[in-house]
């Protein structure tokens, strides 16, 4: 899946838009049939709203949930890497190299690159990890229980205003140093 933002904001996409995007995220084998019932709109322009979505590249696919576990694939850690010069894992591997690594984000601060793996045992992850530890510094975090995990994209986040930090303004000219004074 690629994040990288398109030109259209999603100021662009109205409220049946969203109203689509939302059950086909709940269930996105739902027919057209039962979509168009359930936002008051005909099969066809339905289709067409769909189509629409999939052009511009808002709705980038349908697929299959898993459980990892159930599928063999239990233990799931977080791996912060610090690649060495010359040996990013971005440059000098490929995904088929980790077929466990199901996640790279590129990162800003200390470590480049946060990967997300699973694995079917810890024996399973130790080898992994002596594999990608090749391309630098490893902290590594097994996950132990994923208390809430929710992938939908949604339309309404409440505005969250940023709180001034007390104490990092600078003092006009001329003002005094010390209380003291």
């Not at 269930?27 to 019932?37: I, K, Q």
């Not at 629409?52 to 349908?62: A, K, P, Q, W």
């Not at 990608?132 to 902290?139: A, V």
Request: charged share 25%.
């Amino acid at each position: 899946m690629n994040t990288v933002s398109s030109s259209r904001s999603a100021s662009d996409l109205d409220d049946l838009d969203w109203k689509l995007l939302d059950e086909l995220q709940a269930d996105a084998r739902l027919s057209y049939n039962e979509l168009a019932r359930r936002v008051h709109l005909s099969a066809p322009a339905v289709a067409d709203r769909i189509r629409r979505l999939e052009r511009r590249g808002v709705i980038v696919g349908y697929q299959a949930q898993i459980d990892p576990a159930a599928a063999g694939f239990p233990v799931q850690a977080y791996i912060q890497l610090r690649c060495a010069l010359g040996y990013c894992l971005l440059k000098s591997s490929a995904a088929e190299d980790y077929p466990e690594v199901v996640e790279v984000n590129k990162l800003s601060g200390r470590h480049c690159s946060m990967l997300r793996v699973r694995a079917s045992s810890l024996a399973h992850l130790e080898g992994v990890l002596e594999q990608i530890g090749k391309h630098g510094e490893m902290d590594t975090h097994i996950v132990l229980s994923t208390q809430y995990h929710d992938p939908r994209v949604r339309r309404n986040h409440p505005d969250r205003p940023v709180t001034a930090s007390a104490g990092w303004t600078r003092q006009r000219a001329g003002a005094s140093d010390s209380a003291d004074d």
